[in-house]
């Protein structure tokens, strides 16, 4: 019996090795037009995308795994343009303004983060000034950074000199403001990634609430372009394109270890960006490319 | 080296193959399906129903438990059976840990567009024309599928974890009662495991995996039983049958959760992990 048993496990052991598979990415397409690739991986330097934000052929990533603020281009490659000496620790949304100056937000020592075209590097306000918490961000129509802060489920208007005020108070019910992107007719639509909701702020400061299917539905982060708003769910890694004529579409659905969605963005080819976190433990990270099909055929 | 790079190519060869012929086989047993309506209902029935599909296991189970013609025998089957279910646990650990390795999508996910990461490219995978049953909940999935409201959660087959309980079950069973263990092993074989196979959720690979972790861990824990804990386990099968009433009720609140697959079980583990996050971390 006590063979047997040796055996067994043998049998197992290389049963399990035969199979040759390690727990691995997938990402189904539920748009046939579009195709799925690698971006990048680790090898470029970073270590577990969250906010992603492509910025005159730049691609700015705020990488939470290796709590840095980087940014890359095809000549120069890989640069970092924060870490954490600086007193950062998850980096987590970010803003590129028309100038190329960068902000971002971090959820672990909270507050609001910028590094300018220059160079320069500061924090904008800290958590002395009520930034606590910090996730989603976005630039207001009147040059202000909103920012929103997941612990006093608030969202709050900072200006260039620091000056922090509230936009959306805790009467309005919004849990976590993970992502926040405006429209080009003013619209402010907020992702709140615990309560599963997508919110539209009106001009006239109306909130809507879009789409609340909590058993299927968590945004994470937003990208609005073209008359598109781009969703990345990370609770179901699930990709989405919403209009308001046609709803909430599903693009892809990412499994295995590309579930956790984090960051999205769009590239002047109209190709989408997405940023997984395969393993932010072990700072293991992903940037999945979904380009439609034609759009390769053309560019040949 | 040379050795390791010849081993290596031969590995991967042989895993080729078998992920080649898995997929023969897993077509052929899947190619009856979608063909007639009243089959697809009749192995949707057996897939869906508890009753028909575990409540078979369940009911051998006690048969086996019962069915002792004396005292001696009655523990000893008791004894066997006591540890198949202590090995049972187990095995639903080791699946549960293997599918959180291993990603294997389903066959019906299959016939969609997929991109599988190999090395650090995103491959399109070859889609295989896995049969859709015409019963009304493998078309609801089918559809939900084509527009993309699917459970991440959901797409991964391997191993099949019904595989791996239901074959601890049926080889306990058989442990204990050669007959009764030859009708759950049947029923579980051509009856729960071929219906999966059939509908396209499982591949013959996951149903073997299952089968595999259940065969090795179930035959360990036997040996363990015997050898290791033979004292013990010697003390159990008497209470049993000293205090039969409620041992009678225990049994059968067991039967009720094997024969609804763990149902209850995994919803008050739910409810515990959601205590957990609500009290540790004030998530609602």
């Known amino acids: 019996m006590k063979r047997l048993s040796i055996l067994f496990v043998l049998i197992g052991l290389f049963f399990t090795a035969s199979c040759g598979l390690q727990k691995e990415g997938l990402v189904l397409m539920t748009d046939q037009s579009y195709k799925a690739s690698v971006f990048a ?19 700015y990533i705020a990488d939470e795994g290796g709590s840095a603020l980087e940014v890359w281009s095809k000549a120069d490659g890989l640069k970092t343009l924060m870490d954490s000496s600086f007193g ?9 303004d028309s100038e190329g100056n960068a902000f971002f937000t971090d959820d672990d020592v909270g507050g609001l983060w910028e590094v300018d075209a220059g160079g320069n590097r500061r924090l904008v306000a800290g958590r002395d000034k009520g930034l606590v918490y910090t996730k989603g961000i976005a630039l207001a129509p009147d040059g202000s950074i909103l920012v929103g802060d997941g612990e006093q489920h608030e969202v709050f208007r900072v200006t260039r000199d620091g000056a922090v005020s509230e936009f959306i108070g805790k009467e309005y019910g919004i849990t976590r403001p993970e992502g926040l992107v405006y429209d080009d007719k003013g619209n402010l639509y907020i992702a709140d990634e615990e309560d599963n ?13 879009l789409i609340d299917r ?7 982060a937003l990208w609005y372009v073209n008359g598109l708003l781009y969703i990345a769910d990370e609770h179901f ?3 989405y394109v919403y209009t308001p004529n046609d709803g909430l579409k599903p ?17 002047d080819q109209g190709d989408l960006y997405v940023a997984v976190q395969t393993d932010l433990k072990h700072k293991v990270g992903h940037i999945i490319k979904l380009s439609k099909e034609s759009t390769e055929v053309a560019a040949r | 080296m040379i050795h390791a790079l010849v081993f290596s190519t031969l590995l991967m060869s042989f895993a080729s193959r078998l992920t080649d012929l898995n997929n023969q086989l897993s077509l052929f047993i899947n190619s009856v399906a979608g063909r007639s309506w009243l089959f697809d209902n009749v192995v949707a029935f057996f897939l869906d129903n508890d009753l028909a599909k575990a409540g078979v296991i369940g009911c051998c189970f006690l048969a086996a438990w019962y069915g002792g013609k004396t005292t001696e025998g009655t523990n000893a089957r008791r004894k066997i059976l006591i540890t198949t279910l202590i090995a049972s646990v187990f095995v639903i650990g080791t699946t549960k840990l293997l599918s959180h390795t291993i990603f294997l999508p389903r066959p019906d996910i299959q016939t969609q567009k997929i991109f599988r990461l190999e090395g650090d490219q995103l491959v399109e995978m070859k889609r295989m024309p896995t049969r859709i049953p015409l019963d009304e909940a493998s078309q609801k999935d089918y559809r939900a599928l084509l527009s993309g409201d699917v459970q991440t959660n959901d797409l991964g087959s391997f191993p099949s974890d019904h595989a791996g309980f239901f074959i601890t079950i049926a080889l306990g069973i058989w442990l204990a009662s050669r007959r009764l263990g030859l009708v759950a092993l049947g029923w579980t074989v051509f009856v729960i495991l071929a219906a999966k196979m059939i509908s396209g959720q499982h591949t013959p690979i996951d149903i073997a995996a299952g089968g595999a972790v259940a065969l090795i861990e179930l035959s360990i824990i036997q040996y363990a039983a ?10 159990l099968p008497p209470l049993t049958l000293r205090y039969s009433a409620l041992s009678s009720a225990i049994i059968f609140a067991v039967m009720f959760e094997v024969s609804s697959t763990l149902t209850h079980v995994r919803a008050f583990f739910g409810l515990l992990a959601a205590v957990r996050r609500h009290v540790l971390f004030g998530i609602s």
């Open chain 1, 214 to 220: 909590r058993d299927s539905f968590s945004p994470e």
């Open chain 2, 226 to 235: 015997q050898q290791r804990f033979g004292r013990l386990l010697d003390k």
């Open chain 1, 251 to 267: 693009i892809a659905t990412f499994a295995g270890s590309f579930k956790q969605l984090q960051g999205i963005t769009v590239d």
């Open chain 1, 88 to 96: 950062i620790s998850s980096p987590e949304k970010l803003v590129v």
């Open chain 1, 197 to 209: 909701v997508l919110y539209m702020l009106d001009p006239n400061r109306n909130l809507h609430r």
């Open chain 1, 237 to 239: 890694g699930k990709v």
């Open chain 1, 41 to 59: 991986t680790n090898k470029m330097g970073f270590g577990s995308p969250d906010g992603l934000i492509w910025h005159k052929g730049k691609l």
